[in-house]
T-cell receptor
Framework: KAGVTQTPRYLIKTRGQQVTLSCSPI?????VSWYQQTPGQGLQFLFE???????NKGNFPGRFSGRQFSNSRSEMNVSTLELGDSALYLC????????????FGQGTRLTVV | GDSVTQMEGPVTLSEEAFLTINCTYT??????LFWYVQYPGEGLQLLLK?????DKGSNKGFEATYRKETTSFHLEKGSVQVSDSAVYFC??????????????FGKGTLLTVNP
């Protein structure tokens, strides 16, 4: 069974631009969550989608948004990039979310210059 | 709110030494508890989990027991290997009516095992 796939693996963007990251969950998994990992703040929850609906959202500004498609694939978008958005963005999939374990992708390393 | 506190590293051990990484938690409900491991340049991999009090999760020689009375989930391994060098994260999730699922992570503990 294929794991969670995130594309691209690496991105370099300029301040003020926007970026879209993609995540393909494990087949059959309907819950997709996104996390931001930085050295200073650690792992922080961005949002979770289940069956195309956002179920939960972390404490991030509105510049961070996401969506989920009918095939459970998910995208997250960051608009008006700031230097502080440089981070590893991790996607995790789970069969149904809740208290089931999450399976993580390798992440997208975003660098904002 | 929910939170996880784990011992901060770095932790440096010699091969075959005993490992303990402490983890305590605060949760509004009845959490499930997890240990994840992150190797350099990689995402997180689930190492083990426990879903109720006194459950013991185990995998690859690592163990952790869900202690509700002390709100702890300490990670242990009897004999570490060089290949265990990684960052270890303790995490919890609480099902608040099924609509507030998220993982709350500790800060991570960097483990280095020397030959």
């Amino acid at each position: 069974k294929a794991g969670v796939t995130q594309t691209p693996r690496y991105l370099i963007k300029t301040r003020g631009q926007q970026v879209t990251l993609s995540c393909s969950p494990i087949s059959g998994h309907r819950s997709v969550s996104w996390y931001q990992q930085t050295p200073g703040q650690g792992l922080q929850f961005l949002f979770e989608y289940f069956s195309e609906t956002q179920r939960n959202k972390g404490n991030f500004p509105g510049r961070f948004s996401g969506r989920q498609f009918s095939n459970s694939r998910s995208e997250m978008n960051v608009s008006t990039l700031e230097l502080g958005d440089s981070a590893l963005y991790l996607c995790a999939s789970s069969p149904r979310g809740g208290q089931h374990e999450a399976f993580f992708g390798q992440g997208t390393r975003l660098t904002v210059v | 709110g929910d939170s996880v506190t784990q011992m901060e590293g770095p932790v440096t051990l010699s091969e075959e030494a005993f490992l303990t990484i402490n983890c305590t938690y605060t949760a509004t409900g009845y959490p499930s508890l997890f240990w994840y491991v992150q190797y350099p340049g990689e995402g997180l991999q689930l190492l083990l989990k426990a879903t109720k009090a006194d459950d013991k999760g185990s995998n690859k020689g690592f163990e952790a027991t869900y202690r509700k009375e002390t709100t702890s989930f300490h990670l242990e391994k009897g004999s570490v290997q060089v290949s265990d060098s990684a960052v270890y994260f303790c995490a919890l999730s609480v099902n608040s009516g099924g609509s507030n699922y998220k993982l709350t992570f500790g800060k991570g503990t960097l483990l280095t095992v020397n030959p």
